[in-house]
Antibody
Framework: EVQLVETGGGLVQPGKSLKLTCATSGFTFSNAWMHWVRQSPEKQLEWVAQIKAKSNNYATYYAESVKGRFTISRDDSKSSVYLQMNSLKEEDTAIYYC???????WGQGVMVTVSS | DVVLTQTPSILSATIGQSVSISCRSSQSLLDSDGNTYLYWFLQRPGQSPQRLIYLVSNLGSGVPNRFSGSGSGTDFTLKISGVEAEDLGVYYCMQATHAWTFGGGTKLELK
């Protein structure tokens, strides 16, 4: 059974950092292209970042809204993907989901609240 | 960025009624590889999005065949032939031809 479990969310002040983890199981993680997608309090879905597989040189891509502040990475030995979020802004407040390939499986999501 | 416009934003239906949701793209979603990367998702209250349709018209694993997708280029449609109670929630289209973007959502509710 394919599973994706996000952890690491919470309340953080503007300008601070947070690192999200998505632990996966039930599929060959090393071959998978992984994504982070967030959902704002207004329920709008926004793609955040993608990381491809080793065969694609672990290429990464980012939404303009997070470029230069967020970093996606992966550890194939742990079947996990990460999102390092720096210089957080109030508009980064959202539920963050990890998903694979073209969204066939999603995690349950983790809440990130940026507020002073 | 590619903008996806979904209509209607709210859809009221009775059980058994057939309904359609439109998703219009600001650019053609036909990729140079010949695929059209248009997807449909359902998000039930309190749950993560669930993929229903991939590549315009292909039914996802375990998805009932009352769901169908159609369209090409910039205009796409999701049809539900006979709404059931478990279909209530918010439907999103998503394109992955030009990075990923999502439509604004269509809330399906009971009339």
């Amino acid at each position: 059974e394919v599973q994706l479990v996000e952890t690491g969310g919470g309340l953080v002040q503007p300008g601070k950092s947070l690192k999200l983890t998505c632990a996966t199981s039930g599929f060959t993680f090393s071959n998978a292209w992984m994504h982070w997608v967030r959902q704002s309090p207004e329920k709008q879905l926004e793609w955040v970042a993608q990381i491809k597989a080793k065969s694609n040189n672990y290429a990464t891509y980012y939404a303009e809204s997070v470029k230069g502040r967020f970093t996606i990475s992966r550890d194939d030995s742990k079947s996990s993907v990460y999102l390092q979020m720096n210089s957080l802004k109030e508009e980064d407040t959202a539920i963050y989901y990890c998903t694979r390939y073209y969204g066939d499986y999603w995690g349950q999501g983790v809440m990130v609240t940026v507020s002073s | 960025d590619v903008v996806l416009t979904q209509t209607p934003s709210i859809l009221s239906a009775t059980i058994g009624q057939s309904v359609s949701i439109s998703c219009r793209s600001s650019q053609s979603l036909l990729d140079s590889d010949g695929n059209t990367y248009l997807y449909w998702f359902l998000q039930r209250p309190g749950q993560s999005p669930q993929r229903l349709i991939y590549l315009v018209s292909n039914l996802g694993s375990g998805v009932p065949n009352r769901f169908s997708g159609s369209g090409s280029g910039t205009d796409f449609t999701l049809k539900i032939s006979g709404v059931e109670a478990e279909d209530l929630g918010v439907y999103y289209c998503m394109q992955a031809t030009h990075a990923w973007t999502f439509g604004g959502g269509t809330k399906l509710e009971l009339k």
